[in-house]
Nanobody
């Protein structure tokens, strides 16, 4: 079992930046992948990005070049650096962790981008 706590969401103007953090309750060194989903009002939850040990990453086309995921195994934390934010990035962002085939979710953090 792993518990995930997101932080760093908020309100930002278009073109701005935010950094989300996802702190895990235990070691993340064996958790692969970890990443972020998001869900906008009236839309399905979609994968934003994921990272595995060794820093292999993938990104949704809509965020490539603007978002960067990273992980710090020593701090049991995954980060999402978001830049050049757009109003369409507005959503609740959820951290997830796949531990031995079982997916764990954080509670979500709201990101709102104003135009």
């Amino acid at each position: 079992q792993v518990q995930l706590v997101e932080s760093g969401g908020g309100l930002v103007q278009a073109g701005g930046s935010l950094r989300l953090s996802c702190a895990a309750s235990g070691s993340i060194s064996s958790i692969n992948p970890m990443g972020w989903y998001r869900q906008a009002p009236g839309k399905q939850r979609e994968l934003v990005t994921a990272i595995v040990s060794g820093s292999s990453t993938n990104y949704a086309d809509s965020v490539k070049g603007r978002f960067t995921i990273s992980r710090d195994n020593a701090k049991n934390t995954v980060y999402l650096q978001m830049s050049s934010l757009k109003p369409e990035d507005t959503a609740v962002y959820y951290c997830y962790a796949n531990l031995y085939g079982i997916v764990h979710w954080g509670q979500g953090t709201q990101v709102t981008v104003s135009s």
